[in-house]
């Protein structure tokens, strides 16, 4: 138990992560698979939808966020997006490189992409959610308010 309660965050997360996953690949296989349409399209209206699911799970059952007003929300999720846009885009980069490249199936290649973004979205979350890391952030705001004044 001592175990599990010290990667809790993290189990939890990969359990929705998972889930999220999930989601992402069906989306992904009914729009490029079924409906015949192009990689990058589906892929992002898959990304987009398993992120809105990542974004409240995230936040309300993995690193159980109370919340502090709407302004803190925005903040939050102004975050998130950023980081899920770079993973993204990251996301679309492997995807259309490894489909065209590689001989295998567009469903494996979606699966080995899950698993790679899912690590980089866990790390990047730990950073926005979790309030042990919030020096981080804040930081990095305070770089860029000083790149923006010079």
Known sequence: MKFYNK?????VYCFFGFLASVI????????????????LFANTVAWLLANIFSFVVTRRFVFKVPFEGFKKL????????????????IDDIFMVVAV???????FV????DQILIGLFNYF???IIFNYNNRHLLEKMKQISKDKKEA
């Open 124 to 126: 990047s979350s730990k």
């Open 24 to 39: 992402n690949i069906f989306v992904f296989t009914a729009i490029h698979s079924q409906f015949h349409l192009k990689v």
């Open 109 to 112: 290649i979606k699966i080995i």
């Open 100 to 106: 065209m490249v590689l001989p295998w199936s567009s």
């Open 7 to 11: 990667y809790r965050e993290f189990f």
């Open 74 to 89: 925005a903040e939050e999720s102004s975050y998130f997006l950023v980081s899920r846009l770079l993973a993204l885009l």
